[in-house]
């Protein structure tokens, strides 16, 4: 775990959430195995340039379900991306906890490099409407955490910050943390195994 001299005066947890949150690929595990269709969606999200506008809200699910000629209906394919979510997700607990007796006061966010579909996740689940303040989706904002317009700074415009140096962001990607570094926050840069 590598992390930047962090400000004691912490009063917003920026929280990255695939792969330091939550411990796993959030959909694809259970649901890759179950479909062809939803094979056929993976295919896609392998090509980097149509993950990269799925995740910029360049192309919606909709309409990367056209792409291949899905024989299922939206909301089929949707169900089917969703319905293992509630068995296979994994909250870092140990990592959330010990965050939050370190920073008992500050504001939980996440930030995210996601897409659509984490939308139907975020509201039903009870662990982000109990813990997490809001949201900011690179899908609903149509920028990514290392785009040099940064989805850092919708974070700061909605809470009216004059700089970062009282938020930490904690994130697997090393582009995410030097992005923010860059901006003056404090980071902690998680392995991929990211339990402590």
């Not at 809200?57 to 909301?75: K, P």
């Not at 995210?112 to 900011?136: A, H, M, P, Q």
Request: hydrophobic share 40%.
């Amino acid at each position: 775990m590598n992390q930047s001299v962090i400000s004691k005066d912490i009063e917003y947890i920026l929280w990255d959430w695939d792969g330091t949150l939550c411990l796993q690929h959030y959909f694809w595990p259970k649901s890759i195995n179950s479909h062809n269709e939803v094979k056929k969606l993976a295919g896609i999200w392998a090509r980097e340039e149509k993950s990269t506008k799925w995740l910029r809200g360049q192309e919606t699910l909709a309409e990367l379900c056209r792409l291949f000629d899905c024989q299922l209906t939206y909301e089929q394919l949707v169900a089917l991306l969703i319905e293992g979510w509630p068995d296979h997700i994994t909250i870092n607990m140990p990592l959330f906890s010990a965050i939050t007796v370190i920073y008992p006061h500050a504001k939980h966010i996440i930030v995210t490099d996601n897409v659509d579909i984490f939308n139907d996740y975020s509201t039903g689940s009870l662990f982000l409407s109990r813990n997490i303040e809001k949201i900011f989706n690179s899908f609903d904002y149509k920028k990514c955490k290392a785009d040099t317009d940064s989805l850092f700074n919708e974070v700061s415009a909605a809470y009216k910050l004059e700089s970062f140096k009282n938020c930490l962001l904690i994130d697997d990607s090393k582009d995410s943390c030097d992005t923010f570094l860059r901006l003056g926050g404090n980071v902690i840069n998680v392995t991929r195994n990211p339990r402590i």
